[in-house]
Each structure stands twice: as structure tokens, then as C-alpha cells.
T-cell receptor, first 111, second 115 residues
Framework: QKEVEQDPGPLSVPEGAIVSLNCTYSNSAFQYFMWYRQYSRKGPELLMYTYSSGNKEDGRFTAQVDKSSKYISLFIRDSQPSDSATYLCAMTNTNAGKSTFGDGTTLTVKP | GAVVSQHPSWVICKSGTSVKIECRSLDFQATTMFWYRQFPKQSLMLMATSNEGSKATYEQGVEKDKFLINHASLTLSTLTVTSAHPEDSSFYIC???????????FGPGTRLTVL
């Protein structure tokens, strides 16, 4: 069993839809939780990170972490065609810097 | 903002040759850099952790004699794929740690194709 499991997708939604992306994990030592966006043949770009449990909002993006359930989510409101990319969740324990990544969910937002 | 560059962005080589990939932090010092490999439609797999001035720490299953890592300065880490074979063809991505564990900047990646 993988340490980080990510809903595989792919997802295809109409422009303006709310998108929910999810990951579960098994290692209770993880304390930092990140979401990256990766366009084809490019390096990942950090979207949001959260320390421990809770919610964090940045514009149209909201990250949620539930450590008791070992479950994290990324919500995208008013999705745009430019949001079409692969989204990767990642997690790390304190100070290690080494992240464990999910397999990614490919999102397509249709105009 | 912080930028990490990689060179080359794309390389094609013959089987048996060696290829060097550079990872540079352009406007900050990175004592720790990471090297990942990504196959098509798969996630990033950590290969090794590169620390300035010391030997790299390799993940289980990664051949240290095949994937040579040198972190000679605070802004440069290199990955050399020695005696490359077609199965080494992949997307290689580096990242640099900017202090906090979650504050990592990724490079744009290098696509290696071994014929």
C-alpha cells in the first residue's frame, strides 16, 4: 500500500464548476501538506501548503487537512480553463524537506 | 520570486554515454536540493537528497554509482547519469529547500531520452 493515495481521475468539468481533489495518507508523522500544480512537461508549482490540521484559503483555492482522518482536500472555485493541469498532493514530516507525492489527478476545465 | 533552473531542458543521447544535468538556485542559497524522476503519467519519485559539501543520500533502490550527484556550491547541484540506457529515459526534476520543510522550489525539469 502506498503511503499517499490520490484520487486518480482524470476529472473533466465545465468552466465555473467547483472542483474537489483529494488524498489520503497512512503516515501519522506527516505535518506539512502541500498541493502542487504541474503543467505538461514542466516542473511542479507550489499552490498551497498547510501545517497540521485546518483550512487555508487563497483566492479561488481552499486547502483542507483532517489529520484525524488522514485526509486532505483541495477545492477550486469558479474553475477556469487555465486551471487545466495535473494536481499533486505532497506531504512531509518536520524539517526533513523530503516530500512524498501522490500520483496526481489530471484536471480538464472545458470552456 | 525564488527561481530554480535546470540545464539542459532536453537531451538525447546514445546508449552507453553519460549525461550531466545541472540544477541551479538563481537568487537564493540552497544547502539542500532534491532530485526526482518522473515517468509519464506517474508521480515524482525521490532519487536522492543532495547536501552542499557532503555526499548525497540516496533512496532505496537508486544506484549511487549510476546516478552521481555533486553539490559543489550553495547554488549548484549536478546529476550525472552514467552509462545511460533506454530505461533511464525519464523526466528528471530537481528542487531546492528554502529553509522551511514545506518551502521547496522546483526546477522546470530535464527530459532525457536515451536511444
Amino acid at each position: 500500500q502506498k503511503e499517499v493515495e490520490q484520487d486518480p481521475g482524470p476529472l473533466s468539468v465545465p468552466e465555473g464548476a467547483i472542483v474537489s481533489l483529494n488524498c489520503t495518507y497512512s503516515n501519522s508523522a506527516f505535518q506539512y501538506f502541500m498541493w502542487y500544480r504541474q503543467y505538461s512537461r514542466k516542473g511542479p508549482e507550489l499552490l498551497m501548503y498547510t501545517y497540521s490540521s485546518g483550512n487555508k484559503e487563497d483566492g479561488r483555492f481552499t486547502a483542507q487537512v483532517d489529520k484525524s482522518s488522514k485526509y486532505i482536500s483541495l477545492f477550486i472555485r469558479d474553475s477556469q480553463p487555465s486551471d487545466s493541469a495535473t494536481y499533486l498532493c505532497a506531504m512531509t514530516n518536520t524539517n526533513a524537506g523530503k516530500s512524498t507525492f501522490g500520483d496526481g489527478t489530471t484536471l480538464t476545465v472545458k470552456p | 520570486g525564488a527561481v530554480v533552473s535546470q540545464h539542459p531542458s532536453w537531451v538525447i543521447c546514445k546508449s552507453g554515454t553519460s549525461v550531466k544535468i545541472e540544477c541551479r538556485s538563481l537568487d537564493f542559497q540552497a544547502t539542500t536540493m532534491f532530485w526526482y524522476r518522473q515517468f509519464p503519467k506517474q508521480s515524482l519519485m525521490l532519487m536522492a537528497t543532495s547536501n552542499e559539501g557532503s555526499k548525497a543520500t540516496y533512496e532505496q533502490g537508486v544506484e549511487k554509482d549510476k546516478f552521481l550527484i555533486n553539490h559543489a556550491s550553495l547554488t549548484l547541484s549536478t546529476l550525472t547519469v552514467t552509462s545511460a540506457h533506454p530505461e533511464d529515459s525519464s523526466f528528471y526534476i530537481c528542487s531546492a529547500l528554502m529553509g522551511l520543510a514545506a518551502n521547496v522550489e522546483f526546477g522546470p525539469g530535464t527530459r532525457l531520452t536515451v536511444l
